[in-house]
């Protein structure tokens, strides 16, 4: 009999929690570390989507008391499956444990308490607002009509903004709320560190080197050819629009691509760059974000609301589902390489992983 170990709570929480659970006859072939599962879960074997993050002949306990795996889970696209058989790598390749290696690979997944906005959304007419508006400026219902000319063109206004942009109280809204001419709506707010106004950007020229370089990874890629570059120049040559330029392709693909940079040289500069050519589908992964504010990059990459996260060797684990480029700058830079165990060096997960 063949038996997986099985993650079902991909959080940090749980990672060291594995249950073990009997592999059919006819799912032997099949199965592989890192792919989704159905499983029964629980007194009332309620039915729970894990992970396989090991397949052994040992039973992790009494066989007799065991369930066995009910099927495959239909979608396996997620980034979970990936980071899990890239731990399994490493865990192979640096000599840890399969959970030490899982908490470095899924180092961000601790949830801290989800964020809320507030939007008010009109329940009536543009012509029915626009009336009321005229009824509330005869009654010198001053605060109410600066709400209700602004709904007049917007169906959906921001909580903060009528609050604060149009100095309304809570009681005005909470008033219009019991006419019926709104109704106030919550929804989830993700942090985004790297937010700003500033996008004007003086773009560079490629020289005949740079384009000749940009040229010749292209034009591998749309061959099928996945192979690994070194891009040599002094500081100051460039380096970062070839860079660019790379991820404008990738992004073109609809891939996301990682950009690792040693922590030290991770300055504001260097980000608002990226930002400038990519927006807000750009973000930072580093040691200077609360818990929070990673858990929320994590997730708005597995959403993918972001193409191009930058940051130290730990911003390599970011879930991408659909990762097209890994570029590592100064990837001859000692901090590439951990030493924590697993002692890896971020080049060769990043060969691997890629």
Known sequence: MLFANIIIDISHEKV?????YIIPKQLEEQLQVGMSVRVPFGKGNTVRTGYIIEITAQASFDPLKMKEILGIAEDQSDANGLLIRLAAWMKRRYGSTMITALKTVIPARKKTKTLEKKQLIRLMTSAEVSSLEQICLQKHQVAKARVLHELIEEEVLPRELVTGKLHVSAATINALI????????AYEYLRDPVKTADRTEQRVLLSTKQQQIVAAVCKDRTQGIHGTYLIHGITGSGKTEVYMA??????AEHKAAIVLIPEIALTYQTLMRFYKRFGNRVSVMNSTLSAGEKYDQCERARRGEIDVIIGPRSALF??????????IDEEHEASYKSETTPKYHAKDVAIELA
């Open 178 to 185: 019991k006419q019926g001419v709104i109704r106030e709506e």
């Open 318 to 327: 970011t879930p991408f589902a659909h990762l097209g480029l890994i570029i």
């Open 16 to 20: 060291d929690r594995p249950f073990g």
């Open 246 to 251: 790379l991820i404008e392709a990738c992004i």
